[in-house]
């Protein structure tokens, strides 16, 4: 169980977490308290995974060239 | 006859035409003859002058026709002309009349067959082969879930509504599209340039870095697809620092960038599946994995629980517990009394067996046992005492009795004896070594006496001296006063005016001289 705080997780780190934190608890050789503690880091690493999954919103956007074909900004994409 | 027959100039009724004119002439009737035409040859040397147009010769094995394509039209060209390929181009002829010369204005390339195209294709791959651009090592992992994903595709056509039709299904994701054109020469730098533009980007800037790249078109020809075997391609894709995800063509079609991208999907719509996992899949893998947590942590305690059960039933019942010692402790409080007053009786009982002994009677009997006792020793003192004188005295005069003058005398005159002995020895010892060494003084002494000059002289030798000095030089005795002549029965003393010259002979011998 790493001190890292959930929110600095990536989705994938959260994940590999939340497995080894399950893996840990389903042997059941692990302390109470620590257990406790294992609990509590689970279930702050689902919801990190679900706000993840749930917050996925679609942007998409074409990047606009000058004449030099340098980027300049973005304009939206339409009829996709 | 002769007024009517001319006799004209040779050529008078030739039209004449100025230069120029003949030049307008020629190019018209080139363009018009010649005005779209396809000639086969093979590329020599190209040129792209300043201005942007480009200069090149197409030529056979006796021939070489100039080529131009203006700088507006290369864009349309499918392939730029390569030093060395064999092409099909397509254009009219014109005439430069500023210096005589004709030319092909080209508005198409064509590779001559697809072998050529193929055989250039294996060159270009063998070389970056062997830069080690293709290698393994050098592929990125891509990421498991991408923030932004970047695409470089042309925005109008199928392959970017495919790409962003399954990435919603998928996971909806923010998509960044660099429009390029994916066919004709532009299109290999185009991409070359959004590839680096994208990897130029500063992350959580005015336009967000994608966290992967997908380089994508549909399917063509393999004239259509040439852009992406362009070799600024294939080394832009290399050396993106962004995970690169190839994905052009149809699965059949495989392009250099295809080599030195991070991964190859073999058509747009797979090149979506590789960028993301599924959403719904991974909710469905997360609720479970918060289900086993919530199982994992209710049995822990379930279990525990269970277990504090199983212990409180094997714990003995209070009452039990105490029953044994309860038992003991009624037992000693009911001897407790009768315990105590036995000790009393008995230590009683002792004091008086004790008490019964301590009489005066018992005291005077150990004084008088006391007394007795001194009373013997000191009768012993004394015996004592004078027995102990009595033995020293007698060791002293056995002592002194052997201590007599007599033993002296005796041991006195022995030594005399060996005394006497002895100084005779020492005499005789004497007299004899002296002896000896008399003997052999004589025995030097005639020795000496050989060997001296004395002996010498009675042989009829003399020793010549004046005043005590030898004389040894005839020199020297014509020069002395007075000569003393040495015999061996005695000297004489000779004047120089006495005797005559003296003789050499008699003067002894230099070597006899040394002896002295």
Redo the contacts between chains.
């Keep these: 169980m790493s001190d890292t705080p959930v929110e600095k997780l990536s989705f994938e780190e959260a994940m590999k977490e939340l497995e080894s934190v399950v893996n840990q608890l389903d042997h059941g050789d692990v302390a109470l308290d620590r257990s406790i503690a294992l609990y509590e880091r689970g279930a702050a690493l689902k919801k990190r995974c679900e706000d993840e999954l749930k917050r996925a919103e679609e942007k998409v956007a074409a990047i606009t060239l000058d004449n030099d074909g340098n980027p300049t900004g973005t304009a939206p994409v339409e009829g996709n | 006859m002769s007024d009517l027959i001319d006799d004209p100039a040779p050529g008078q009724n030739m039209p004449e035409y100025t230069v120029s004119e003949i030049s307008g002439a020629v190019k018209r009737t080139l363009e018009g003859e010649f005005g779209r035409i396809r000639v086969r040859g093979e590329v020599g040397r190209v040129f792209r002058a300043r201005s942007g147009h480009l200069y090149y010769d197409v030529k056979d094995d006796r021939n070489v026709l100039a080529c131009t394509t203006w700088k507006g039209q290369i864009a349309r060209l499918s392939v730029e002309p390569e030093e060395g390929l064999e092409v099909v181009v397509t254009g009219r002829l014109t005439a430069f009349g500023a210096q005589s010369k004709y030319n092909m204005n080209v508005e198409e390339v064509a590779v001559a067959g697809q072998g050529a195209l193929m055989a250039l294709l294996e060159k270009r791959k063998k070389a970056l082969a062997a830069e080690g651009l293709f290698d393994k090592e050098r592929k990125r992992p891509l990421?498991?879930?991408p923030e932004v994903i970047g695409v470089v595709t042309s925005?109008s056509g199928a392959v970017?509504?495919d790409i962003?039709?399954r990435?919603?299904e998928r996971?909806?994701?923010?998509?960044?599209?660099?429009?390029v054109a994916v066919q004709g020469t532009a299109c290999a730098p185009?991409v070359a340039?959004a590839i680096n533009?994208f990897n130029a980007?500063t992350p959580g800037g005015?336009?967000p870095r994608p966290d992967l790249l997908i380089v994508a078109r549909g399917g063509g020809s393999v004239e259509d697809l040439w852009g992406f075997n362009e070799e600024i391609v294939a080394r832009a894709a290399a050396a993106s620092a962004i995970p690169l995800i190839s994905a052009v063509g149809h699965e059949t079609d495989t392009t250099l960038i295809d080599f030195t991208s991070d991964h190859r999907a073999p058509t747009p719509t797979a090149a979506a599946e590789l960028a993301v996992p599924v959403?719904l899949d991974?909710?469905t893998?997360?609720e479970s994995?918060?289900g086993?947590?919530r199982t994992?942590?209710r049995?822990?305690i379930a279990?525990?629980q269970q277990r504090l059960a199983d212990l409180a039933r094997g714990l003995p019942r209070h009452d039990t517990l105490l029953s044994g010692p309860r038992q003991r402790l009624d037992i000693a409080s009911d001897r407790l009394p009768a315990a105590l007053i036995r000790g009393v009786q008995h230590r009683r009982l002792r004091l008086s067996e004790l008490s019964g002994s301590l009489r005066p009677v018992t005291l005077a009997r150990l004084l008088a046992a006391n007394r007795t006792e001194l009373q013997r020793l000191s009768l012993r003192l004394s015996p004592a005492l004078e027995r102990g004188l009595r033995t020293r005295r007698e060791l002293y005069e056995n002592q002194s009795a052997r201590l007599l003058p007599r033993t002296l005398e005796a041991q006195i005159t022995r030594e005399r004896v060996r005394l006497d002995t002895l100084s005779r020895r020492l005499s005789r010892c004497g007299t004899t070594w002296i002896e000896a060494l008399r003997g052999r003084i004589e025995a030097h002494d005639r020795l000496l006496a050989t060997l001296g000059y004395e002996a010498t002289l009675r042989r009829g030798y003399v020793v010549v001296r004046e005043r005590g000095n030898l004389v040894t030089t005839c020199t020297a005795a014509a020069q002395a006063a007075l000569l003393e002549i040495q015999f061996a029965d005695g000297r004489l003393n000779v004047g120089p005016q006495s005797s005559p010259a003296p003789r050499p002979r008699k003067t002894p011998s230099p070597e006899q001289g040394s002896l002295f």
């Design positions: 990421p498991f879930l925005p970017i509504r962003l039709h990435l919603r996971f909806p994701r923010k998509v960044l599209i660099w429009p185009e340039r533009g980007l005015a336009l959403r991974l909710l893998q997360i994995q918060g086993r947590i994992a942590a049995n822990g279990r525990r």
